[in-house]
C-alpha cells in the first residue's frame, strides 16, 4: 500500500495530527516481516510522524525451550538432540516450526520440508526476500557473500567484495538486513571500535545455500526419493557444519550460558581471533568468552558431537596454546578460566580434569530465563 506514488505515508501524518490523535478509541498497529520498512517509515520518521510512537514490540524467534514448548503444545515430543538438530536447519521462526509432523525424526523432517519437490521450504529462500524488499537481489548478494565465511566477514572486506556500486547504500542495507535478523554485527574483544564484521544469523538461509541450493535440480526433477536427507546427514560434511551450527545456536543463548557458568551479569560477551601477519606465527579462535568485572575471563570451548566429548593429549595442547596467544596478543594478567560447551556432556580425563573449570550441556539451553 505504501508505494512511492500512493503518498500513504503523507496522508497517514495528516490525518493522524488533524483528527486521531485527539481520538483516545483510535489506535493504530502496525505490525509485518518488513522489519527494516516500519523502523524507516515510522518508528524513525523525520516528518509528521517523528515522536509518535508510544511502544514498539520487537517479535523475537524462538529459543529453544520455546519451540520446544510449542512441539509439546501440538502433542510432538522430541527429545533435545532432535529438536537442536532441527533448530540449526529452521532457526526460531514459528512457520517453519508448524510445519513439524508428528511421528518424524528430526531428519525426517528436513528430508519432507527441504528436499521433496513440494516441501514448503524449498522455494522460501526466494520468497523470503521478495516479501521483504523492493529490490531483493543485492541483498541477496550480501547475504551469499556473508554466508560464505562462516566466521564472519568484516564490513570493508564486504562492501570491496559486494562490488555494488555505493558503500554507503551497501551499509544501509547491511543494517536493514541485521534488523530484519538475517546477520548479527559484532566487533571482535581487543579490537575496541574498530573492525565490525558480519555474522550469519539466520539458519534456514544459511541451511539453504550450503544444502539446498546445490541439489535443487535433483529436488525439481523429483529425483530427491524420500529419505534423501536421512541419508545425506550421516556424511561427515554434516557433522562438520553441525559443529559450527552449534556455536551460532549459542549465542542465541548467552544468557541462559551465563548463568549456567554463574557469571556476573555485567560481564562481556564477545568472540576472538587472531590471524597471524607474519611468517611462523600462529593463529587462534575462540569461540566464545565472557570479560568479567572481577578481573577474570571465562574461555568457553564449544563441541558438538553425539557422544560425551573427550580432550585427549593433543587436544590439550591445542587449547594450552589457544590461551597462551590469546594472553600475548592482548597483553594483560587477567585471570582466565576454561569452560567447556557440549552437547552430550565432557567425558573425564586427565586432561579435562586438570583444564577445565565448568561445564555446560545442552539440557542447559533449554531452560527458561
Known sequence: MATPRSKLITILELYWNRYWVFDDRIKLIICGSATSWIIENIINNKGGLHNRV?????????????????????KIRLNHRQILDLYIVLGGVPLYWSYVRKGYSAQQSIDELCFQSDGPLVNEFGRLFGSLFEEPKPYEDLIRLIASHRYGIGQSELITKSKLPDGGTTVRRLHQLEEAGFVTSLIPYGRKDKGVYYLMDDEYCLFYLYWMEPNLKLIAKKSSNPGFWVSQSARPAWKAWSGLSFETVCYKHLELIR?????DPGSVAGTWRFIPRKDGEQGAQIDLLFDRPDGSITICEIKCSSSPFSIDKAYAAELIRKMDIFRKQLRFEKQLFLAMITTCGLKPTMYSEELVTNEISLEALFKST
Do not use: D, G, N, V
Not at 54 to 74: D, G, I, M, N, V
Not at 259 to 263: D, E, V
Open 54 to 74: 508510544t511502544r514498539t514490540l520487537h517479535l523475537k524467534p524462538f529459543l529453544l525451550h520455546e519451540a520446544e514448548s510449542y512441539l509439546k503444545s501440538r
Open 259 to 263: 548463568q549456567a557458568l554463574k557469571i
